[in-house]
């Protein structure tokens, strides 16, 4: 069965720097689009970035873009996001979900979820 | 960037009520449409893909409807289970959710 596992979340002070991983079994990785997905407290879901199956597309919610890089690593059938100069408003859980083959679409798949907490 | 505007907030229905949840684009997406159920302390599950597929596992009585910018989440039949937060989210354009609608067992 499709699991997604997120790690590497944790407490970071603003200006700061985290690495999420999501390591995914029960499918073929490098065929799929992967998407980060974020959850602020008490709040609705966010899109964050998502990479193509051949790595060479990425594309950034305006929110985060030039802060936060995206990349996968189909080796290791591992999707990762790379978050730098932190703010408070980037607090929230970190969703990595499966995408489509050819298209980003819909997300059938999703991890649990990691905390990023943001504070001083 | 394409806003989704989902319609109602809130809604407190009774069980066996039906619920009918809309969600409008900002501008036609087609079918590019896709409904989530949240639950509290889990990740979404997809409900409905492209407007009105459904999915294997999800009971018959959710289904979705509409095309362009108007889009419908119907609940037939509400059960105690169903208290959820309801996401609508496209695909056409880069990656956009609604705001959620929060549906509450009377």
């Known amino acids: 069965q499709v699991q997604l596992v997120e790690s590497g979340g944790g407490l970071v002070k603003p200006g700061g720097s985290l690495r999420l991983s999501c390591v995914a079994s029960g499918f073929i990785f490098s065929d799929y689009y992967m998407t980060w997905i974020r959850q602020a407290p008490g709040k609705g879901l966010e899109y964050i970035s998502y990479i193509g199956n051949s790595v060479s597309y990425t594309s950034y919610a305006d929110s985060v873009k030039g802060r936060f890089t995206i990349s996968r690593d189909n080796t290791k059938n591992s999707l990762y996001l790379q978050m730098d100069s932190l703010r408070v408003e980037d607090t929230a859980v970190y969703y990595c979900a499966r995408g489509g083959v050819a298209t980003t679409g819909h997300f059938q798949h999703w991890g649990l979820g990691t905390l990023v907490t943001v504070s001083s | 960037e394409i806003v989704l505007t989902q319609s109602p907030d809130f809604q407190s229905v009774a069980p066996k009520e039906k619920v009918t949840i809309t969600c409008r684009a900002s501008?036609?997406?087609?079918?590019?449409l896709h409904w989530y159920q949240q639950k509290p302390g889990q990740s979404p599950k997809l409900l409905i893909k492209y407007a009105s597929q459904s999915i294997s596992g999800v009971p018959s009585r959710f289904s979705g409807s509409g095309s362009g910018t108007d889009f419908t989440l119907t609940i037939n039949g509400l059960e105690a289970e169903d208290a959820a937060t309801y996401y609508c989210h496209q695909s056409s354009s880069l990656l956009t959710f609604g705001g959620g609608t929060k549906v509450e067992i009377k």
């Open positions: 501008q036609s997406i087609g079918g590019s």
